[in-house]
């Protein structure tokens, strides 16, 4: 938890670089919007290296580096070919679908193992139960966006109602991260003694 502010300042970044983009007017393939693109690369990194670090039986799972990077190496692919004037979905749902998987065996390991653990005290319990249902949630918008808007089956207005939904979901992720947080703060302080 001690690095995590990163991945909060980066999302930030993202939001804020968003909102620049549409009210400068840039356009839509430009500059800003590829960074938005790769982003997908540093979210999915982060989070991905963060589950397999707090898993409590990592030393079994000697495929993960070799999986992470075969997943990595396709999203930057789908990032690469992509040459659209929108969020490049493919790549979006490819890496949060991962995570979710990536969830499943944390909770695999964590209740298969019976560990003693107190998890509404446990920070990384937080921090992944937040990536689970905020990428549970993103994926089929992500996925469904696009394709929704090009068939004529969603106007643009209502797109971009769409999209508020996933930015509220991202917002309530990051209330689990701040509860995680708190967890952190609150096990350091039974940890020091007074």
Avoid: D
Wanted: hydrophobic fraction near 50%.
């Amino acid at each position: 938890m001690r690095h995590f502010y990163w991945y909060s300042i980066v999302g930030g970044a993202m939001v804020l670089l968003t909102w620049a983009n549409k009210l400068l007017a840039f356009p839509a393939n430009g500059v800003l919007m590829q960074i938005r693109n790769y982003s997908i690369l540093f979210h999915f990194g982060f989070l991905s290296f963060f589950i397999f670090s707090v898993l409590p039986n990592n030393k079994k799972f000697k495929f993960s580096l070799p999986l992470l990077l075969g997943i990595f190496c396709l999203t930057l692919f789908y990032c690469a070919k992509y040459k659209g004037k929108t969020l490049n979905s493919a790549s979006y749902s490819l890496a949060n679908l991962s995570l979710v998987f990536f969830c499943i065996i944390y909770y695999h390991q964590l209740f298969k193992n019976n560990l003693k653990l107190s998890l509404l005290e446990e920070p990384s319990f937080w921090v992944i139960t937040g990536i689970f249902l905020c990428m549970s949630i993103v994926i089929p918008i992500h996925a469904l966006q696009q394709y929704l808007k090009n068939q004529n089956y969603v106007k643009v207005e209502n797109s971009k109602t769409i999209l508020s939904i996933a930015y509220f979901i991202y917002g309530m992720f990051h209330l689990f991260l701040i509860k995680a947080y708190l967890c952190s703060i609150s096990t350091e302080k039974v940890k020091i003694p007074v």
